[in-house]
């Protein structure tokens, strides 16, 4: 069973800055993708980007530019830095883990962070 836990989440200004940190147990971190996954209220959760274990990434093209997410595998942790805040990037920001090992799949969700930019 694997456990993720994120966390650097909370206020800041817009034009701020906050980096996201997800911590994972277990052994599977280095051959999994991590991404990160926002939902604000009323809204459906959506990608915001999304790292593979190879170290390819992609973005939303809301925060292509201004986010950068990385890895440490070797502290078995992603990050998500996130700069020039937007009011609209306001959301609990969550991370996963996913995969595919012995031909099945896998899929694991932290229980989230809230982050709040303010006009």
């Known amino acids: 069973q694997v456990q993720l836990v994120e966390s650097g989440g909370g206020l800041v200004q817009a034009g701020g800055s906050l980096r996201l940190s997800c911590s994972a147990s277990g052994s599977i971190f280095s051959i999994s993708n991590m991404g990160w996954y926002r939902q604000a209220p009323g809204k459906q959760r959506e990608l915001v980007a999304r790292?593979?274990?190879?170290?390819?990434?992609n973005y939303a093209d809301s925060v292509k530019g201004r986010f950068t997410i990385s890895r440490d595998n070797a502290k078995n942790t992603v990050y998500l830095q996130m700069n020039s805040l937007k009011p609209e990037d306001t959301a609990v920001y969550y991370c996963?883990?996913?995969?595919?090992?012995?031909?099945?799949?896998?899929?694991?969700w932290g229980q989230g962070t809230q982050v709040t930019v303010s006009s």
């Open positions: 996963n883990l996913g995969g595919l090992r012995l031909s099945r799949t896998y899929d694991y």
């Open positions: 790292i593979t274990s190879g170290g390819r990434t």
